[in-house]
């Protein structure tokens, strides 16, 4: 029987005791909660049963104990610690060692798959909000292709949703072959930060200054938006605008090349301010703009001719939500890094 499938990657690879029990309590929602889960994970798992238990209650607790609450991979790694990662990995390998029928072995390979994919996508995740970018493309198209062949592997069993595939290729996979191109091609410095924000809900903040290098930002709070979404900052329902601001020491290079400074990924559209003068941002086609607008893409700004002669360069991006979706982001999703000609 089909039933209604998530269409991310929440599917039964990876939150099957949640799907269990709604469909059980659908249908008879005077049911003791704890006795279906007693009777699904014995029914289920066999000899692994409590060792499973032990891993799928992890995840939940992950979901459901953590303060964040973007809803989306922007915001796992405050939710997926390492610790947490490692408490799951172990509870899995002593269920794979555990379970003693072919359908037992076969329950525990399906979640040690679902996981072991997972692992190689926070490995992304963190190599990307520490720097690391060398290998995020050759990463990234791996797991784009170890997501096909489950999709093939698990069909009967509905899981590994296509769109889990097409949702990374959208929302993920552009920051990172973007990075691992500047590793190739460019010295990359280190992601910025910490970085301050503030919220400008009368949209005066351009007005009054705030881009400028000598206002004073020590009252605004910090963040890493690497790892913070809007909705850590208690912004989840914030669809104005949100300024960022940081300075960094301006970086040596030799006379005649180019510096840029590179964005991960927005969700909304950003304007950049280096030395309080306005830097536009240049397509692939050569057009100007005064602002940069692409959903979960990556922009590169030649702030070059901002740099002037002093040993700090002051950072301020504005950023505006343009759209209303379901998730608690908004403004920066991802590193932010200065990176320069050879």
Known sequence: VRIWMPETMANFESALPGLHLGCRL??????????????FYHRFYGAAADLMRAYWETIDRAWTDSPEHAGCGFGHLRRFTPATMKVAREALDKAAAKAKTDVEKKRVQMANDSFTEFELFMKMRTDLAEGRFANLEVDSALWQTNWIGLTAKYQPQYAFSPYGNNYFGQFFAP??????????????????????????????????????????????????????????LGLWDCYGQVWYRTTVKTPVVPAGKKVYLWISSTDGSAKVFVNGNHVPYINAKGETNEVFGGYCQPASFDITPALGPGTNTQLSILTTRLALNELGTGGLLGPVTIYHEK
């Open 175 to 232: 920051a990172y072959r973007d990075a691992a191109r500047l590793a190739r091609e460019f010295i990359v410095q280190p992601p910025l930060k910490p970085w301050r924000y503030q919220v400008n809900k009368e949209k005066l903040g351009e007005t009054v200054g705030w881009q400028k290098p000598d206002l004073d930002d020590t009252v605004w709070p910090t963040t890493d938006p690497a790892i913070d979404t809007w909705a850590d």
């Open 26 to 39: 659908s249908w008879y929602p005077t049911a003791n909660p704890g006795e279906i889960m007693d009777e």
